[in-house]
């Protein structure tokens, strides 16, 4: 415990300066096309009936919560919108929507015999539409997302 402080203690006295942070690797629009384009077009897959059995359920509930994961890698892109409050606010509004569908999935894969694949499905037209406010708000050339 006492060496778990000291480490503890050692990292929060390094200067910030020196401290790693993240940063793109790639500009915004190929990220898009390479993460989230990727990713939610294979929940659209996952999604496209209703699960059958737990597998699907699961599959549903992985899809969702990369989708959400990869919505925090939005916070910090090398792009002016990124100072805009309202970009903050509508990366948190995918993320949450994202993970909103992934706990309803993930309840449906615990809880078979009470699934609600209708409310998963609402779920995820409101990942949809969370997509699309970010789309029209900061990238008009960007696609209209459809559940």
Request: with cysteine; hydrophobic share 50%; proline share 6%.
């Amino acid at each position: 415990m006492k060496i778990a402080l000291a480490a503890l203690a050692f990292l929060l006295a390094l200067p910030q300066s020196d401290a790693p942070k993240p940063a793109p690797v790639v500009d915004n629009g190929e990220f898009m096309d390479l993460f989230l384009k990727t990713s939610y077009g294979e929940l659209q897959d996952a999604m496209a009936k209703p699960p059958a059995d737990r597998r699907a359920w699961a599959l549903i509930y992985q899809r969702a919560i990369r989708v959400a994961e990869m919505q925090n890698l939005l916070f910090f892109r090398d792009r002016p919108e990124v100072h805009d409050a309202r970009w903050a606010a509508a990366a948190a509004g995918t993320r949450q929507a994202a993970t909103d569908l992934a706990n309803a999935a993930l309840f449906g894969l615990r809880n078979i015999d009470k699934a609600d694949y209708d409310g998963v499905r609402r779920k995820y037209v409101a990942l949809a539409d969370a997509c699309n406010v970010c789309h029209r708000a900061f990238a008009r050339e960007a696609p209209t997302i459809k559940p």
